[in-house]
Each structure stands twice: as structure tokens, then as C-alpha cells.
């Protein structure tokens, strides 16, 4: 089965890495970003009229959702696998649960190695890194191979 690792990190996650890199969706498209937030904020307030609690709730759930895009990522390859943090999310994936990788519009999208489609998406990882292509994808030959679209 795949999941993500569970052990606690001994150390910071992109200390012994090949290459670390940072990328924040919002600051490429700051007016996406803001529309965005505008509508949590709407919605929060719309609900909170009602409840105030469910719309603390809402708006932890929206943040939680949406955080991979709002919030900066901090993205690290080293020889085990591709670790991923942010504010809410800290997953770290070996290369074994990778089967192959494909180039998409801004960055690489890792497939998992499950037989199931459900279980190959929830093992897949997409790294983003629109400044760093070259480098990510030359590390992604060395570990998974050559791509396969």
C-alpha cells in the first residue's frame, strides 16, 4: 500500500538534499490568489452570520484545501525521495512509490506505482518548479528513468 511515511524527521528534511527550492503559486498570480481569498472571506462572513463556529471551521477547511496554492511550498529532492512542506502539509515520498513522471506546464507530475487508479493519485506528487526544470527533471531521469507520457 502506498501512504506517506509516518516516522518523525531526525533533521530539517532539505538539509542533505540534492536541491531545495521554494514556490508560491499566489506570488506568480497574485490576482488569482486574492480572488480566492476574497471568496474564502465572503463565504466566511456569509456563514458566520448564521454560525460563527461553522464558519471557523469553513475557513480552516478552505485554508487546509487550498493551501498547496496560497500558501509557499517548500520542495526538496535528495537520493531517498521528495520531501514536501508547507503550512498544514509535510509528506515525504521515497523514490521506490514512483513508477514514472511526466513534464507538465509548471513542473513534473510523479506517478505513483499502485495498480489502482485511486491508489496511483493519492501516491502521485506534482512538483512544481517552473525556475528549476532542467535541474529537477535531470534528477528525475537518475532516479525514475526516462519519462513515459
Known amino acids: 500500500m502506498t501512504r506517506l511515511d509516518a516516522?518523525?524527521?531526525?533533521?530539517?528534511?532539505?538539509?542533505?538534499?540534492?536541491?531545495?527550492?521554494?514556490?508560491w503559486p499566489a506570488r506568480r498570480q497574485p490576482r488569482r490568489a486574492a480572488f480566492a481569498a476574497f471568496v474564502i472571506a465572503i463565504g466566511t462572513g456569509a456563514v458566520a452570520s448564521v454560525d460563527p463556529w461553522l464558519a471557523f471551521v469553513g475557513?480552516?477547511?478552505?485554508?487546509?484545501?487550498?493551501?498547496?496554492?496560497?500558501?509557499?511550498t517548500r520542495f526538496s529532492v535528495d537520493d531517498d525521495g521528495v520531501q514536501i512542506q508547507n503550512l498544514v502539509r509535510r509528506a515525504r515520498r521515497t523514490w521506490d512509490r514512483f513508477g514514472s513522471w511526466t513534464a507538465v506546464h509548471d513542473g513534473f507530475q510523479l506517478v505513483g506505482t499502485s495498480r489502482r487508479a485511486f491508489l496511483r493519485r493519492r501516491a502521485s506528487v506534482r512538483l512544481r518548479c517552473p525556475e528549476l526544470r532542467a535541474e529537477v527533471e535531470a534528477l528525475l531521469r537518475s532516479h525514475i528513468g526516462e519519462t513515459r507520457a
Open 59 to 72: 475557513a480552516v477547511l478552505l485554508m487546509v484545501a487550498t493551501a498547496e496554492v496560497l500558501l509557499p
Open 7 to 23: 516516522r518523525p524527521y531526525t533533521r530539517e528534511p532539505w538539509e542533505d538534499a540534492l536541491t531545495t527550492w521554494t514556490d
